[in-house]
């Protein structure tokens, strides 16, 4: 959007970029064409016809290419002979446009008329009542008195439950299509349409669950009347009561921006509570959007079974303490093993917990042993020197851009980066999928390489090296800025190229950015493949710059912040090979979710952990320290692309529970720390000062906020009515070392030796969305949406032993023995036992093992 | 099923269109023809051929007259009473239909045989008062022309009602 | 009498494959493919000026000649969704004399060098889509159609598509999505489908309807000028006039432009059923303005423009007569009736408009109307027109506009005194 156009509104010029929507252009400068079916982020459909405007363009003389004068000298305008839908035209030079004479508003009058009379008048119980667009401009525009017949009005179902999580109110509905749209279009999950025609269409799903998708929240921000509300908020609060605060999405690495609507509740004992969670527009990051887990996976901050006070074991009871026996207590430990004492710190904390955590660990001895958990994923070396280009837009990627989504099933792991990287497929970007199975990515492409597990790193040398072969290595890097590149040359030297198509894809797009997850891939492996990642970024020439770079699929929030304080996954490998004699855990879960890890554990001599809930890991500790959610106290996550984030406190406290950073800090001051901070912000300062890459990323720096566009969630009367309005600010991302033209970049060869399958079958552990997790298993209203516990199987491998879709199996992986449900339906590779993560089956075996599968009959 | 049942003409309808969805209207026909009338099931068989969500496949059945979401009687008697056809009798005609076979605007005998409807201009007008039984014309029609048809239709019926046990 | 659409009155068997090339069947697309590029076929159509006969009147040839030429795929689609009350010629053309329609339509694909042409049929041309599958198979085994036409490398295949009951299919963006088994509801347009991005799967798209192509073989075979001699210089050629309601033949007449609407309804139609006097005459279905059977419209020659210049239009030329007992109340709500179950339900003021308007006739047919209801179809009416996102709407208001301009006394008589209006209608 470089070039502008110059146009004429309301007999004013503006200067706007040309070919954007009129609509857009007009909002641009402050001026209202009011929509309804019209959205920023979708096609133009000209449905609701809200927005019609005398339109004209200047005419220009054909010969000389000047515009034709009227005999005042002012430009002859040639005008449709009708009023025109704005949201239909896209600007260019010329365009003239009157929004507000009396034949314009004359038709707004009509057509509001017209949508309210079918539109029920119970705007006092509405839910969207006070935030309604519908209500807004009817205030604005619409006609004193109508004239149709009140006993005429249609009256319809009220409460139609879409699924679950979404209910319609079919009288309210006025037929935009607006949620229709983002579910065809920007979503691609086809589960919801109009039924019947004229005056009869209604909404409806018959999907299997019903409204079947991850984004569904979405649609009830986008409706521009109160006819999709949902299952969480309807009836649960007035908009005008709520107070809007600024938060942070704790349960994945996309870090998306939301806003937690809050009131003083009296179900909270009148303490602050979230009574909803929508998105908070950051374009940098999730535009407007956030999926179901996002929206609907805030209730763990206000469970019932929180933990609420210190508590220690004694004689096998847990008995309560108070805050300063906890600290003494574990002071006192601390200082007992000091050298045998590791840290692991859990996705969740915050910047600052993970500095005071750190600040606290290295009281205990210079060279403290930092662990993060999940450790299924490294790469904190490759990430600081080829992590994707700041300022990077994903909704800006078209057709000169290659994405390469690896080793990841994104929808599952990352929802709103599979939602933008799918819309970008829409646009024209060539995504390339690899992985060793069928995920829902590969509906998006063509180009899709389902390689063996264990292949992932091979897959990208051979890109590599037919990135050299085909002379598409970047000379200018190669030769001023990049080390190891001979060797990595020498390595690539006869690789075979099984995947050229996908290679080429890569290797002729303009830009090329790579997500890279773990799936599949042991620690020492998933290093090797973010350096295979890199090799390529960096032989290409696709680091450095916008639209450029890897984004690690971190298995967390905040595992970015982690590695950039200095938490290593290589470091929980360590603890759990040569394990210390006590554990101090901070809001991670081991036990659940690895057997080794718990088995460890189970045979330290004094284990601390800060937890939310009574945990597998939390049952095995001595102390157990209830620390904060993220939505009772402040502070910062770093996302997978590297953008600092603010969230603030949106509900009142739970217990005793504090803050991790606090908890840490005081315990320092047992130990002769210094004197614990204030605030949050006064660790963020200490992190600025004390972390290059941080510098400068204080508190008010990341709650600046600056105009965005496409301008939605403003106070304006039609594109707002939620809580998209941004005021806790866009963040700050910090720049890679390829950013930095005199920092030297460094590839070397990536290797992995194939891994040897231990029998038929072996496990390979996925992660879902949806899981039994303790931050999401309290959300009761995402229940139904919980898979049941199953494994799944290969079709072939489950003919063999007889297996149907559904059966009830008997699974034996060493000690572990679980029944479940097989699931066969064509995903897992043969000889592969998928394992979902975190649903109710125990922590999962190793990456490989061998496993047994035996049907269980009735 | 009708992939099994019906793989050739499936076939032959795909390989009409170079997009598969474009071929959701005739699995529909096919669908009702096999079932009666598009049950939910139905809709997902179909749903499942054009790879489209069962919904899209309960959009498209809901949009045109001609698919029926509801249980019809054996005979689906559509009455054009569009104005060219009403100016030559349709009104009086259809009244009198749905009075011999002693049902209201809309409804199925009750031995299940006939559904009564009245659609919109069939494009004979110059042949009204018409009907379409099934999809097929009837035209010229007199109120006797029309009870000579129905009764002649449920004698057709009778050996098969009989079978099917009167379902 | 030249018959160039309906040889079927001269030739009755001309259906059947072998009668109508014995009778010149073919010869207008062995012409084309051997003798003419695709340019000059073009060149040709546009040069006879034949107008669109769906109702728009838009120039054949000029619409053809917008398709780009770099197109990599373009398309045909035969117009066959006839729905408007009142038409009724597609139906006999499809039926009687079928080849003439897919010669028409390969000589359209022929120009456009078209990957496929698709007839969309109204799904309640149930017999006669299966029937003209097999005259497709006949034009298949005889080379015409499908692989190396005649011969000559070009490869296109004809195919039926059925529609299922739906008036709004019969709008051509409308069609388009329904045939690529969306939704049934128009497009914004642009891009119009002769565009990229605007057509068949997205890709330029010539849609014609029925009558237009069977003409191009005619124009074909025996030239441009000698098409021009038919009819009147602005609307060339001859025209199908379907004639019911009130008549004592209904029927299609194909006569050429310029006759009057006395020639078509009482020398070619036989004049008024049961001998009553003609009250007022719909020239183009339900969807134009009704006309008063004035001696003024009555002596008026049928041109689309004297059609327009009395008020009125010609569009698909479906003449639906009213005798002088007919209650025109009645037939404007049994119109609104129809554009009500027809609205698809996209655009704001035809949906709501036409189920407004739907509940004014009804309440006015038990005899409850108003004043209020008088003044909101006076009102209501021109909220509708121009705004909405097809026709439809702007359609939809006609019935109640005209019939109030030339029958207002009829309305009154319904609000002052309902005791005098006829029985209420069973189909509303």
Redesign the interface.
Known sequence: MTKTATIMIDDQTYQVPDGINLVDAAKLHGITIPVFCYHPKME???????C?VELGSISVNRDTGEPDLNDDGSPVVRWFP??QTAC?QTVRDGTVVRTSTAQVLE?RD??L???L??HPLDCPICDKGGECPLQNLTMAYGPGRS???YD?K?HLDKHVPLGELIYLDRERC??CARCTRFCDELVGDDVL??H??????QIVTISDPPFDTKFSGNTTDICPVGALTTADFRFGARPWELDEVPTICPHCPVGCNLSASTRIDRDFGGKKMIKRIMPRQNELVNEIWTCDKGRFGHHHSRAADRLQHPMMRQGGEWVKIDWATAYHQIASKLKKYADSAGFLAGPTLSNEDLWELRQLAELTGDTPRLGVWPAAMTGAGVVAQVGIGVNTRLQDVGPETAILVIASDLEEEAPIWWLQIKQAADRGAAVVVANARETKLDRVTHTVVHYDYGDAVAVLNSFAARARSRRKTSKALLDNRVDGYDDLAAGLKGTRVPFADAADVLLDAENVIVFAGAEGLTLDQHRELMQAAANLLIITGHVGRQNNGLVPVWPGANVQGALDIGFSPETTASLIDEPPAMWFIGGADPAADDSQAAHVLANAEFVVVGAQFMTATAAQADIILPRQSFAEREGTYTNGMRRVQRFYAAQGPVGDALPDWTIYAQIGARLKGPKPPVSAAAVMRAITQHVPRYAGMGYSSLAHVEAQFPDVGGDDLYYGGTAYANHGGLGVQWATDAEDDSARLVVRPAQIEKPEKSGDLCIVPVRLLYDRGPLFEPSDIMHQRVPEPYLELNSQDAAHLSIADGDRVMVTAGEIQIETAARVNGHAPEGVVLWPRRLAHGPAPALFSACSVQKIEE | MLAEKHADRINKIFA???????????L??LAQEEYGWLTEDALREVADL?D?DPTQAH??AG?????SEKPKGKYWLQVC????C???GA?TF??ELCAYLGVE?GGTTDDGLFTVE???????????PMM?CN???HEHLTIEAAKELIEKLRVQAQPETQEDGGA | MIHILLRDLEIPDIWQFDTYTANGGYDGLKKAVHDLSPAETIQIVMDSNLRGRGGAGFSTGRKWSFIPKDAETTYVVVNAD???????K??QLLEKNPHQVIEGAMLAAYAIQAAAVYVYC??????LAHALEDRIEEARQANLVGDDILGTGWDCDV?V????????CGEESALLN???????QPR?RPPFPAQMGGGL?YQPTVVNNVETLANVPWIIVNGADAYKKIGTPESPGTKIF?????VAK???YEIPLGLTFRELIYDHAGGILNGKRLKAI?PSG?SGPVLKATDEVLDAPLTYESVAALGSTLGSA?F???DED?DMVW?AA??IH?F??????????C??????LD?IYARLLRGEGTA?DL??LE?VPN?IA????CALGDFAVNPVLATLEHFRDEYEQYIHQPEFGPEP???L
């Open positions: 133009s459909v000209g449905m609701c016809r809200m019609l009708k009023l239909t038709a009509n057509i008329e017209f949508i009379t079918s004239n149709f017949i005429d249609l006025i037929q349409a109009f019947e025609r004229g005056r009869s269409l | 009409k269109y170079p997009d598969k969805r474009s071929g959701v209207m005739d529909l026909y054009v489209i959009s498209i949009f045109y007259t001609m698919f009473t569009d104005l060219p009403a100016l030559r009104d259809y009244r605007d009245q659609v919109m201009c069939l494009a004979a007008c110059d042949r009204a379409q999809f097929h014309f | 006839e729905s408007e009350p009142g038409t009724f597609d139906r109204r799904g309640e041309f149930w017999d195919h598509h059925l529609g299922a009951g739906a008036y709004i329904s045939l690529q088994g969306l939704l049934g914004v799967y379907c004639v019911s309601g009130h209904p029927g299609n719909l339900a479906s639906i007569l009213m007919t037939a049994k119109m129809f009500k179950d027809e609205s698809c339900g996209k655009c704001t003021p949906r709501e408009g036409t189920y407004w509940k209020h003044e909101m009102k909220q121009g705004v909405t996102l209608a069973q189909a």
